[in-house]
């Protein structure tokens, strides 16, 4: 039958013992009905010729007032004709959906009225939690390519006056909340709808990529829709699809729920639940996380050499340090990517070696999308390279004559892919930051300056399905070398997604990591940025996969440094070689004690919201939790005073087990409180912070 279907069958015993034991999704003749005791979604099924709606959406328990009787569930153009789910459409099947993450749901396929597009609905929910994953699979019936735009993958229809009226509109990760019509960006991978009235809402997550991913809220109408940008957007998305060809949407999912006062409380249990068990982050296949990463660009940028990175190296090594990534200035052009012998005369193997040798793992910058005019690659195939509107070859990332952009969707990409190999399988690399824009930049601000115009390249027909292409080769390439080393660290920038500070779900389903940011300079006002921008992006987003450079080792507020990067992902820059052996051996401290608390708690799974603390902001305090909920066994709490007149502070800790023993420990293991979780939670225990600007860590250790 159709491809799909022999995928679920192909496995057949497998997807007979999920369905039975969790089936989720049951179905007449008229009716739909997803149920995983959590949440209800029920759909009308064109049982003959008729509509494809969602009738009603809801927690198992309690009300949900936001939802129409009828909503249009899905929206999409080909060549310019709209099809949504309030169309006529004639049902073929439905058969069981499963995937490998204990996702169960249903595939329902429906052909069009004009017969030129069989669609393909999937649902999955997932045992204990209230999200519902969906997805649509387009399929052309027709004799001739057809021109796919706009797609929304959710399309709800909303009550009116008190859902638009009163609700806030969570955007930016779920952290910036607004009202009125709300048309989202790039960084609205998570959005939450919530009426403090109705103590109601709905998360919608958006796992489309950078640029290319839309969420709107009452924008055009009563309506809340999530998918792929429209053809009127600024980066529109557009796929060419060809005859008897499919495409596979992103996955949006949604949670609907009730009783909740504050939509900060879905963004810190049911959000990150859902992301770290069954969303499929390459974070959560890895058995050791990250703890401590040191990065050599600041304050040697391309200055570097083998005497000078073995130096670095061992001083830290001795620091503490887990991972050692040698930044820009290692190679002799950008898109040649061969080794500068004057700078490194025996190789980067040997380094590697070295690097190994000191207990740590090596990692290489490389720009992934990126050549210099004089290289040789550019002279040979310099039609791999992104073209302008007016034809020319260019820099996405900025105006720079020095550097021209290639397109992934010519033959750069298994170029690219061969060197990467080689490095990290033949030399042995470990981590892979991979660097600068390959789709928009987050230094160029009009939009015609993005993507590729060339008609000539393999991969996209035009503009518009260039920016979908090269994210999506660009996926296609972390996952080859994932598959041929599993263990590969891909820490990919901000600048490769394309956006100031962007981090999505795409990503953190293909990459480890993102270099989110370069915050230089000794004072506290660099810990304020390292904070602020680790509480905006989680928990919506994996918090270790926040790569929040640039501190530096020898700063004189260092050890504030790496408190303050204990809620995301610590890493250092810097030249370790300047610090006093007590130095060292109090970084080797922190370090040591970071891995003995992921050891112990996974401490690097989780980040939770410090209660009582909000965003990190001068005069303030602020702080962070990453207490392991699923074995409530304890975890770390990080309390910052950011220059706040009160010197002390109460705190309290959620997500512990209320009627357990924890102790609450300082670095040292010196136990400043014994309490129950419950009193934890309720009572707290004071920190007093001496200093204007000033941080502690403790742990939470169940006695």
């Not at 999920?18 to 759909?43: E, H, Y």
């Not at 700063?555 to 990067?565: A, C, F, G, P, Q």
């Not at 912070?689 to 250790?701: P, Q």
Request: glycine letters at 8%; hydrophobic letters at 40%.
């Amino acid at each position: 039958m159709r491809k799909i279907f022999a995928l679920l069958f192909g496995g057949l015993s497998f997807v007979i013992s999920v369905v039975v034991a969790q089936p989720f999704a049951s179905w007449t003749k008229n009716d739909l009905v997803l149920n995983n005791g959590l949440v209800q979604r029920i759909i009308k099924l064109p049982s003959v010729n008729g509509n494809f709606i969602t009738t009603s959406y809801k927690p198992v328990k309690g009300g949900f007032d936001y939802f129409l009787p009828e909503n249009t569930d899905f929206q999409f153009e080909v060549d310019s004709k709209v099809y949504s789910g309030k169309d006529l459409w004639t049902l073929e099947n439905i058969v069981p959906f499963t995937d490998s993450r204990s996702g169960a749901g249903a595939a329902v396929y429906l052909l069009s009225e004009d017969k030129t597009i069989e669609l393909t609905v999937q649902f999955l929910l997932y045992p204990g939690s209230p999200a519902i994953l969906k997805n649509l699979v387009v399929k052309n019936l027709s004799q001739h390519s057809v021109q796919l735009e706009s797609v929304d993958i959710e399309k709800f229809d909303i009550t009116t006056y008190s859902a638009p009226t009163f609700s806030w509109i969570c955007h930016d990760y779920g952290r910036r909340r607004s009202i009125g019509p709300y048309d989202g960006t790039m960084q609205d991978a998570l959005i939450i709808v919530h009426n403090s009235d109705w103590k109601q809402g709905i998360v919608i997550g958006n796992e489309a990529s950078g640029a290319i991913k839309h969420t709107s809220v009452f924008w055009d109408g009563l309506t809340i829709c999530s998918g792929l940008t429209h053809k009127d957007a600024r980066f529109p998305f557009r796929k060419y699809i060809e005859p008897g060809d499919s495409f596979v949407t992103p996955q949006v999912f949604t949670i609907v729920y009730n009783n909740h006062k504050d939509p900060d409380e879905m963004l810190n249990t049911a959000v990150p639940e859902f992301v770290n068990k069954y969303m499929g982050t390459r974070l959560s296949s890895l058995q050791q996380k990250p703890t401590f990463v040191y990065n050599t660009w600041e304050p040697f940028g391309k200055n570097i050499n083998e005497k000078l990175v073995m130096e670095l190296a061992k001083a830290a090594a001795a620091a503490g340090m887990k991972e050692f990534v040698i930044d820009d200035g290692w190679q002799t052009n950008y898109g040649d990517w061969e080794i500068d012998k004057t700078k490194f005369p025996h190789g980067l193997k040997p380094v590697f070696d070295y690097i190994k040798s000191l207990g740590m793992k090596p990692g290489l910058w490389v720009s992934v999308g990126t050549a210099s005019p004089h290289s040789n690659i550019y002279w040979e195939h310099p039609e791999w390279f992104v073209k302008d509107v007016s034809g020319k070859p260019i820099s996405l990332l900025i105006v720079d004559t020095g550097k021209y952009t290639a397109c992934f969707g010519t033959g750069w990409y298994g170029y690219i892919k061969n060197i990467l190999l080689k490095l990290s399988l033949d030399y042995g690399l470990e981590y892979l930051k991979l660097d600068f824009s390959v789709v928009t930049s987050p230094y160029r601000y009009n939009p015609i300056e993005s993507g590729c115009y060339a008609t000539d390249h393999p991969g996209h027909k035009d503009h518009n399905e260039s920016l979908y292409t090269n994210y999506e080769q660009v996926w296609k390439l972390f996952d080859e070398l994932h598959a041929a080393k599993p263990n590969l660290f891909i820490d990919c920038t901000f600048e490769t997604m394309g956006g100031l500070q962007l981090i999505d779900y795409a990503m953190v389903k293909h990459a480890e990591g993102n270099w989110l940011s370069n915050f230089s300079g000794p004072g506290e006002k660099v810990d304020l940025r390292i904070r602020n921008m680790a509480w905006w992006r989680s928990p919506a987003i994996p918090a270790t996969a926040l790569v929040i450079g640039n501190p530096e080792m020898q700063d004189s507020l260092w050890e504030l440094h790496i408190k303050s990067l204990a809620g995301a992902l610590p890493i250092m820059l810097g030249d370790p070689r300047k610090l006093s052996p007590a130095d060292l051996a109090r970084y080797r401290r922190y370090a040591d004690w970071l891995q003995l608390m992921d050891k112990q708690y996974q401490v690097m799974t989780y980040r939770q919201d410090l209660p009582g603390f909000g965003e990190p902001m001068e005069g303030m305090w602020d702080g962070f939790e990453r207490i392991n909920t699923e074995t409530k066994s304890g975890g770390i709490i990080g309390v910052f005073r950011q220059g706040a007149v009160e010197g002390r502070r109460l705190v309290t800790v959620n997500y512990l087990e209320p009627s357990k023993v924890y102790d609450v420990k300082k670095m040292d293991g010196q136990v400043i409180t014994t309490l129950s979780g419950k009193e934890l939670r309720d009572k707290g225990f004071e920190v007093k912070l001496d200093k204007l600007y000033d941080g502690a860590l403790f742990e939470v250790a169940l006695k």
